[in-house]
């Protein structure tokens, strides 16, 4: 089966809903939009943690079924980028993209849930492997919590 490619004025409709600069606004917007929590600096309080163990439950369900999907498609995948059909590379690709996509948005919107500001935290996380410190969790905290 081949996936149906959009015409440029149907993608622009559609991406015409999401900001095409702030990945976390576009989490915001879902959240919204699924009467999800949002949260904007990092607090679990008494009433709130019951929430936060369901919502971390349902996400790591959630995990664990992106997991077995990605798994039981691996030899599927391998197949296909190794043949020669151009048709089923692209939907091959297509399909590896959204399940990524879906890991990506189910992680930022578990973070968007607690309070805990992603971006910052990647750049946090990818600036200590650049400069080599193995403990990236004070800059992490220091992100999430302030200057000591």
């Not at 943690?49 to 599927?76: G, N, P, Y």
């Not at 590896?96 to 971006?119: D, F, K, T």
Request: aromatic residues 4%; negative net charge; charged residues 20%.
């Amino acid at each position: 089966m081949t996936y149906k490619s959009l015409t440029q004025e149907e993608l622009t409709a559609l991406m015409a809903h999401t900001s095409p600069h702030s990945f976390p606004h576009n989490v915001e917007c879902l959240h919204a939009f699924m009467g999800l929590p949002v949260l904007t600096e990092p607090a679990v309080s008494e009433n709130t943690a019951a929430a936060c163990i369901v919502l971390l439950r349902h996400f790591l369900d959630s995990i664990k079924e992106w997991v077995d999907t990605m798994d039981s498609q691996v030899h599927e995948v391998e197949e296909a980028l190794n043949g020669t059909d151009v048709d089923v590379k692209e939907d091959t690709l297509t399909d590896l993209a959204v399940n990524i996509g879906s890991l990506s948005i189910m992680c930022r919107s578990m973070a968007m849930s607690l309070g805990i500001p992603m971006e910052d935290v990647q750049e946090a996380l990818v600036a200590s492997v650049l400069t080599g410190r193995d403990d990236p969790i004070p800059a992490v905290k220091t992100i999430m919590f302030g200057v000591v």
